[in-house]
């Protein structure tokens, strides 16, 4: 079965620092991956996406790219801001399984 | 637009009321989904209307009974719940069965 496998969190940073948020994945066929990104108290928000091998998503500066050969959706800034403390799902569709898969969450905390 | 919207924002409610949560888009989107988040936790899959008929049901209980009465709006009907239903209830819609899905705020229930 399909499954999603993101970094322990929380992450805590200081402004301007560099992020990464690791995520792999195990996946039947190809799947399209996905970041999305839940601020407090409210719903999700689709961040980037990628939908084949070595395409990069990219959004308000977040970039991930689809690593078939490592099987992985790695999440990286350049330089957060406290704005960007939030929780970040790593998921995935396949059309096998008909439905979306997400990882656990990673909380990300930004401090000045 | 990409906007998703759900009333109301919060909910109370007894194990023997009646309620319903109500979910909008106006993307011409043709998939529409229903989702259930218990706090630090991934959205778990409810249920998936597509082109208006019930395609996904995750084996949720029958206290539990979606609608959709248009390609616009999604319902979900409540009664006899249980505390353990208490959740973020977050309503999603993608263009086409789990094409990128955008999500609503989420509506925040409390069964007492």
């Known amino acids: 079965g399909n499954s999603v496998t993101q970094m322990e969190g929380p992450v805590t940073l200081s402004e301007e620092a560099f992020l990464t948020i690791n995520c792999t994945y195990t996946?039947?066929?190809?799947?399209?991956l996905f970041w999305y990104v839940q601020y407090p108290g409210e719903g999700l928000q689709l961040l980037l996406k990628?939908?084949?091998?070595?395409d990069k998503g990219s959004n308000k500066g977040f970039e991930a790219t689809y690593r078939k050969e490592t099987t992985s959706f790695h999440l990286e800034k350049g330089s957060v801001q406290v704005s960007d403390s939030a929780v970040y799902f790593c998921a995935l569709y396949t059309g096998t399984a008909s439905k979306l898969t997400f990882g656990t969450g990673t909380r990300l905390q930004v401090t000045l | 637009d990409t906007e998703v919207t759900q009333t109301p924002k919060h909910l109370v409610m007894g194990m023997t009321n009646k309620k319903s949560l109500k979910c909008e888009q106006h993307m011409g989107h043709r998939a529409m989904y229903w989702y259930k988040q218990k706090a630090k936790k991934p959205p778990e899959l409810m249920f998936v209307?597509?082109?208006?008929?019930?395609?996904i049901n995750e084996s949720v209980p029958s206290r539990f009974s979606p609608e959709c009465p248009n390609s616009s709006l999604l319902n979900l009907h409540l009664h006899a719940l249980q505390p353990e239903d208490s959740a973020l209830y977050l309503c999603?819609?993608?263009?086409?069965?789990?094409?990128?899905?955008?999500f609503g705020p989420g509506t925040r229930l409390t069964v007492t």
């Open positions: 990628a939908t084949k091998a070595d």
């Open positions: 209307y597509s082109y208006e008929k019930l395609s």
């Open positions: 996946a039947t066929g190809y799947p399209s």
């Open positions: 999603a819609s993608s263009q086409s069965p789990f094409y990128e899905q955008y």
